[in-house]
């Protein structure tokens, strides 16, 4: 029969092959959907995108759950013999169909403009799969302020463009079990930060993933921030010997004062080195009368001073013993010295209000959390002191502002415990929002760990696979049709695959990351080597000699 | 292509809004058949037009007959006469599934009135048959008609109108009649088991 047209077909244009039609739901709980006959229950996946064609408006949706159904409960009693032909094709679809549960993400009116769902279809309205047009009428083109990082589930030839200064204006969330591929994405929306100028990046590099090169699962080695941009980023270290060891350059070689630690940068590391608030008020004490050499101090401090110490102040003998046995430990660390020869913070400042990304790598350090923390903690308390100092200097003349700035920290929930997310300049930082144009970039494991509240402000989460009950539901925390969501997000490919939600994105999405290979280089203007640039120069000679003239590059 | 309105198969008998009866010569057998859709005028407009299924055609005896029963030789000749001129008609019944409008417009539902005694009955043509069954309204008519082997006739009626369609459609059309039928019956798997297992083309060519 041939296919009528009404005036939304003539106004939308053509659509894919209808799915089914709307049975019954509610605007909280999504629609139900029976699916036709002809629909192939098998091709569809949770997390695909349908469009329901109401009277005046398409409502955006997302596959969140698919069910089978019959219209009595005599057939599963007695099932049909299926190995009939005849009988599976009357059956298949009539008394047993199947049934998608859909979650309207959001609605295009006929303007073609985007509104949030405050209503849904009404019965009976028809359900087609999206198109390539209207994933790009949701998701727009790419531009200055829009990055591709990747393609829904089943249309590859489309993308999905994140919003980028809405990316940068709240803190990110990168979420995801070991191995799903977290770093692989973070540096993913790196690139596409730095490639567009929203923000300048000060990213704490626990395992050397960001900087100069990091091998990827295949054991090919992928090109890091420094060699996209090499104007763009600086590479700082702590560990000068581990940085040249990988053929590193690094720009800055970060050392950090011990006479420069306050009590409250150890107060991060209150779980992590299982301080006591007993030591920490010892710590509070010894910096009040020792000042800024309190540590240094303690560790060289002779018995009778100690005895000294006890007798005179509050502070109680185990506690000061196991401070002590605890500050010993950054002993190890080499990049602890008495005094810098330089203002590590500065230097960090002066290349982030030149533009200038800075990966900080920890090299060796990477694998010792309390170096990890420490130092992040260290620099972003201070940098952050400064940054509001800027702020309130230039207000009202916003080119004195310094640059929107993103800080990335790797096992966030560390940082953001519920335990010290108050008293932890991270958690500060992220529920100020933008007011200090500083923001957090939190790529973390157990996203469950982290404080709520910070969690609530995590502007945009990027969410690679998650099966932790816990995990998901501190992922999906204040999103419209959560419940719907948890099954897509609990049935993600392990790697290559997450979904996107919150304000950068007008509505959740699944999608395939983008590759990281030449092509994205090329894309973010990085300059060809080796095979690539061979590849080039001959399709090059090809474009300007033709194929017989050409014998060229080899 | 001749007069859809010549040679009557028979003429009516007896009549409801729910269906009739015909009766016709024993020639006219050959012609008949279970579940056949067939039409007649139930009144003086002739744009209005009674469809139904033909079920239960039955040969009643008359005198004659049974004499010659038990006749010890009676010739061909004379079994022959009896055939032509005997005076007891053959007898179908036809359920009412549906008629045309003064409008010109098909509806599957009961005719507004019967057809009057003697009216023409007439055999539709394929394409008319298939203007009928392009819709399954009429599912639900004979399904739930008591006084007739609803599933039997059914499916004998489908069979007959997927073979007036082109070989390439006719499975489709079975599958969606079964599919309208499954709607119908599933509250009663037997029956519609009965019926699927009756429409399966195993006759009709599967052109998938």
Same mark, same amino acid.
């Given at each position: 029969?041939?296919?009528?047209?009404?005036?939304? @077909?003539d106004?939308?244009?053509p659509?894919?092959?209808?799915?089914?039609?709307?049975?019954?739901g509610?605007l909280?709980?999504?629609?139900?959907?029976?699916?036709?006959?002809?629909?192939?229950l098998?091709?569809l996946?949770?997390?695909?995108?349908?469009?329901?064609?109401?009277h005046?408006?398409?409502?955006f949706?997302?596959?969140?759950?698919?069910?089978? !159904?019959?219209?009595? !409960?005599?057939?599963?009693?007695?099932?049909?013999?299926?190995?009939?032909?005849?009988?599976?094709?009357?059956?298949?679809?009539?008394?047993?169909?199947?049934?998608?549960h859909?979650?309207?993400?959001?609605v295009?009116?006929?303007n073609?403009?985007?509104?949030?769902?405050?209503?849904?279809?009404?019965?009976?309205?028809?359900?087609?799969?999206a198109?390539?047009?209207d994933i790009?009428?949701?998701?727009? @083109?790419?531009?200055?302020s829009?990055?591709?990082?990747?393609?829904p589930?089943? &249309?590859?030839?489309?993308?999905?463009?994140v919003d980028?200064?809405?990316?940068?204006?709240?803190?990110?969330?990168?979420?995801?079990?070991?191995?799903?591929?977290k770093?692989y994405?973070?540096?993913?929306?790196?690139?596409?930060?730095?490639?567009?100028?929203?923000?300048?990046?000060l990213?704490?590099? $626990?395992?050397?993933?960001?900087?100069?090169?990091?091998?990827?699962?295949?054991?090919?080695?992928?090109?890091?921030?420094?060699?996209?941009?090499?104007?763009?980023?600086?590479?700082f270290?702590?560990?000068?010997?581990?940085?040249?060891?990988?053929?590193?350059?690094?720009?800055f070689v970060?050392?950090?004062?011990?006479?420069?630690?306050?009590?409250?940068?150890?107060?991060?590391l209150?779980?992590? $080195?299982?301080?006591?608030?007993?030591?920490?008020?010892?710590a509070y004490?010894?910096?009040?009368?020792?000042g800024?050499d309190?540590?240094?101090?303690?560790?060289?401090?002779?018995?009778?001073?100690?005895e000294?110490?006890?007798n005179?102040?509050t502070?109680?003998?185990?506690?000061l013993?196991?401070?002590v046995?605890?500050l010993?430990?950054?002993?190890r660390?080499?990049?602890l010295?008495p005094?810098?020869?330089?203002?590590?913070?500065?230097?960090i &400042?002066?290349?982030?209000?030149?533009?200038?990304s800075?990966v900080?790598e920890?090299?060796?350090y990477?694998?010792?959390l309390?170096?990890?923390?420490?130092?992040?903690?260290?620099?972003t308390?201070?940098?952050?002191?400064?940054y509001?100092?800027?702020?309130?200097?230039?207000l009202?003349d916003?080119?004195?502002?310094?640059?929107?700035?993103m800080?990335?920290?790797?096992?966030?929930?560390?940082?953001l415990?519920?335990?010290?997310?108050r008293?932890?300049i991270?958690?500060?930082?992220?529920?100020?929002?933008r007011?200090y144009?500083?923001?957090?970039?939190?790529?973390?494991?157990?996203?469950?760990?982290?404080?709520?509240?910070?969690m609530?402000?995590?502007?945009?989460?990027?969410?690679?696979l998650?099966d932790?009950e816990? @995990?998901?539901?501190?992922?999906? $925390?204040?999103?419209?049709?959560?419940?719907g969501?948890?099954?897509? &997000?609990?049935?993600?490919d392990?790697?290559?695959?997450?979904?996107?939600?919150?304000?950068?994105?007008?509505m959740p999405?699944?999608?395939?990351?983008?590759?990281?290979?030449?092509?994205?280089?090329?894309?973010?203007?990085?300059?060809?080597?080796g095979?690539?640039?061979?590849?080039?120069?001959?399709?090059?000679?090809?474009?300007?000699?033709?194929? @017989?003239?050409?014998?060229?590059?080899? | 292509?001749?007069?859809?309105?010549?040679?009557?198969?028979?003429?009516?008998?007896?009549?409801?809004?729910? /269906?009739?009866?015909?009766?016709?010569?024993?020639?006219q057998?050959?012609?008949l058949?279970? /579940? #056949?859709?067939?039409?007649?005028?139930?009144?003086?407009?002739? =744009?209005?037009?009674?469809? /139904?299924?033909?079920?239960?055609?039955?040969?009643?005896?008359?005198?004659?007959?049974r004499? %010659?029963?038990?006749?010890?030789?009676?010739?061909?000749?004379?079994i022959?006469?009896?055939r032509?001129h005997?005076?007891?008609?053959?007898? #179908?019944s036809?359920?009412a599934?549906?008629?045309?409008?003064?409008? /010109?417009?098909?509806r599957?539902?009961l005719?507004?009135?019967?057809?009057?005694s003697?009216a023409?009955?007439?055999?539709c043509?394929?394409?008319?048959?298939?203007?009928?069954?392009?819709y399954?309204?009429?599912? =639900?008519?004979?399904?739930s008609?008591?006084?007739?082997?609803?599933?039997?006739l059914?499916?004998?009626n489908?069979?007959?109108?997927?073979?007036?369609?082109?070989?390439?459609?006719?499975?489709?059309?079975?599958?969606?009649?079964?599919?309208?039928?499954?709607r119908?019956?599933?509250?009663?798997?037997?029956? %519609?088991d009965?019926?699927?297992?009756?429409?399966?083309?195993n =006759?009709?060519?599967?052109?998938?």
């Open positions: 029969m041939a296919k009528k047209t009404t005036e939304i @077909d106004f939308f244009g659509r894919s092959p209808r799915l089914g039609v709307v049975t019954g509610s909280s709980r999504g629609l139900d959907v029976k699916l036709d006959p002809g629909t192939e098998e091709e996946a949770a997390g695909r995108y349908v469009v329901v064609h109401g005046q408006r398409r409502f949706s997302m596959v969140t759950d698919i069910t089978l !159904a019959s219209t009595s !409960a005599q057939i599963a009693i007695t099932p049909p013999d299926m190995s009939n032909p005849f009988l599976a094709d009357v059956y298949g679809g009539s008394m047993a169909f199947g049934v998608v859909i979650a309207p993400m959001l295009i009116n006929e073609r403009q985007i509104e949030p769902v405050r209503t849904i279809p009404p019965h009976f309205q028809e359900v087609w799969t198109t390539e047009q790009n009428d949701v998701f727009g @083109d790419e531009d200055e829009h990055f591709n990082i990747g393609a589930l089943e &249309l590859l030839n489309t993308q999905i463009n980028l200064k809405r990316l940068t204006e709240r803190s990110v969330g990168v979420f995801g079990k070991s191995g799903t591929g770093s994405l973070t540096r993913i929306l790196l690139a596409g930060v730095i490639a567009r100028g929203a923000a300048v990046n990213i704490f590099d $626990m395992h050397n993933d960001y900087g100069w090169e990091v091998y990827n699962e295949l054991g090919a080695r992928d090109k890091g921030l420094k060699q996209l941009f090499p104007d763009k980023v600086a590479i270290t702590l560990d000068d010997e581990s940085s040249r060891r990988r053929g590193v350059r690094p720009d970060v050392t950090l004062a011990f006479n420069e630690i306050d009590p409250e940068d150890l107060s991060a209150r779980q992590t $080195m299982d301080l006591s608030d007993t030591m920490l008020d010892a004490t010894l910096r009040r009368l020792w800024r309190w540590i240094q101090q303690l560790l060289t401090a002779e018995p009778h001073i100690l000294d110490l006890l005179t102040t502070i109680n003998g185990p506690s013993t196991a401070l046995r605890r010993q430990r950054f002993e660390f080499k990049f010295v005094q810098t020869q330089g203002d590590t913070v500065q230097e &400042l002066n290349y982030i209000e030149s533009g200038r800075v900080l920890f090299g060796r990477g694998n010792a309390e170096a990890y923390i420490l130092v992040a903690n260290y620099l308390r201070r940098l952050r002191e400064r509001v100092k800027r702020i309130e200097e230039s009202g916003e080119a004195k502002q310094p640059p929107q700035l800080i990335t920290i790797e096992e966030a929930h560390k940082f415990d519920p335990q010290i997310a008293q932890t991270f958690g500060t930082i992220a529920r100020e929002l007011k144009k500083v923001t957090l970039l939190v790529v973390d494991q157990r996203p469950s760990a982290i404080d709520e509240e910070v609530s402000q995590v502007g945009t989460r990027v969410t690679a998650l932790n816990k @995990d998901i539901t501190a992922v999906l $925390m204040g999103v419209n049709g959560a419940q969501l948890r099954e897509v &997000l609990a049935r993600l392990t790697r290559q695959q997450a979904i996107v939600l919150g304000h950068a994105v007008p999405v699944v999608i395939q990351t983008r590759p990281y290979d030449e092509a994205f280089y090329k894309a973010m203007g990085a300059p060809l080597q095979k690539s640039l061979k590849r080039a120069a001959k399709a090059s000679g090809k474009t300007l000699y033709g194929d @017989d003239e050409f014998e060229g590059y080899g | 292509m001749a007069n859809e309105w010549d040679d009557p198969i028979g003429y009516v008998l007896r009549s409801s809004t729910s /269906g009739f009866s015909a009766g016709a010569g024993l020639t057998i050959d012609s058949a279970f /579940g #056949m859709i067939v039409k007649t005028q139930p009144s003086t407009d002739t =744009r209005e037009v009674l469809y /139904g299924l033909l079920y239960d055609i039955h040969i009643d005896d008359d005198p004659l007959v004499q %010659l029963v038990l006749a010890e030789a009676v010739t061909e000749e004379t022959r006469d009896q032509v005997r005076i007891a008609p053959v007898e #179908m036809v359920l599934t549906g008629y045309r409008d003064v409008d /010109g417009q098909i599957q539902a005719p507004p009135r019967p057809p009057i003697l023409p009955v007439y055999l043509t394929d394409a008319e048959s298939r203007e009928f069954t392009d399954f309204d009429y599912f =639900r008519l004979v399904l008609a008591s006084q007739v082997p609803g599933e039997q059914l499916a004998a489908l069979v007959r109108a997927a073979l007036t369609r082109p070989e390439s459609e006719q499975y489709d059309f079975l599958v969606s009649a079964g599919r309208e039928a499954a119908l019956l599933s509250g009663d798997m037997a029956r %519609l009965n019926l699927l297992r009756l429409i399966y083309p =006759r009709v060519r599967i052109t998938e």
